[in-house]
């Protein structure tokens, strides 16, 4: 577990994982800044753990953004601006959050090297569900066997579980949102990263025991399994990858 630091501060978050940029939000106040500063920090060095790779990562290749207590939207505690590429916590109810949100920047990111048609606002996932054209490569593959895993039937040739149970939320609550690809996705990651037993509560929780889980919402059994090797495989490889540029 990392320690606190008095000298900590979002400055050295983005110096060493290269965010684009941190922003904090004009009401938050500087123990909350340096609170949060500290919650980020254990929280994004537990995603490094759970993920395998470097620092260059996590801010996708310096491309990321970050927001604290600023850019929110009403009722929603965090979310993912494609058109900005920044990653929003709200100051107050975004503890959890961090990898969902993260998950659908990578989502994104990667989306315009895995499919060559994507729009500039769409998700890998979401090319990956309406088969676009994928770009030959071995991470490609990877990530295209962790969608299908997440999204369809141990045979393929089916729904997944996971799928079943959104559609059923969509349609109890008259909307469009949890059987989308792209939360699908950041769902099942979040189950993964779960269970590779952060310390911290600020990047994840609620994939095992809360409402939503016990609804079905996050994957389950040996679904969950399989689904949290096809991510352990492809983050290895890519992490690996990685840290070969750094050589």
């Known amino acids: 577990m990392l320690s606190e630091s008095p000298n900590f501060s979002f400055v050295t978050i ?17 123990e909350e800044r340096d609170r949060a500063a500290v919650n980020f920090h254990q929280a994004l060095h537990d995603l490094m ?16 953004g970050l927001q604290f207590g600023k850019g929110g939207q009403r009722g929603v505690a965090a979310h993912y601006m494609p058109a900005t590429r920044q990653l929003a916590l ?20 990667v989306g315009a090297k895995m499919f060559a048609t994507l729009a500039s606002d769409e998700f890998a996932s979401f090319g990956w569900i309406n088969s676009a054209v994928m770009n030959p490569h071995p991470l490609n593959d990877s990530l295209a066997a962790c969608f299908k895993a997440i999204m369809l039937s141990p045979d393929g040739q089916s729904t997944s579980e996971l799928f079943q149970h959104s559609t059923q939320a969509d349609r109890t609550h008259k909307i469009l ?5 792209e939360e699908l996705a950041a769902r099942a990651f979040e189950a993964f990263v779960e269970d590779c037993a952060p310390h911290s ?27 949290n090797q096809t991510f352990k495989n492809y983050f290895h490889t890519l992490g690996q990858a990685l840290f070969r540029e750094l050589d």
């Open 177 to 181: 949102y949890y059987a989308k690809p």
């Open 14 to 30: 983005r110096r060493q994982f290269d965010f684009r940029g941190i922003e904090m939000g004009r009401w938050v106040t500087p």
């Open 49 to 64: 753990d759970a993920l395998q790779g470097p620092e260059h990562l996590i801010s996708l290749r310096g491309t990321l």
């Open 90 to 109: 709200a100051k107050n109810a975004g503890a959890g959050s961090l990898a969902h949100e993260w998950f659908h920047a990578f989502d994104h990111y």
């Open 201 to 227: 509560h600020f990047l994840v929780r609620g994939t095992r025991y809360s409402p939503e889980a016990k609804s079905g919402l996050y994957p389950q059994g040996a679904d969950r399994e399989r689904i």
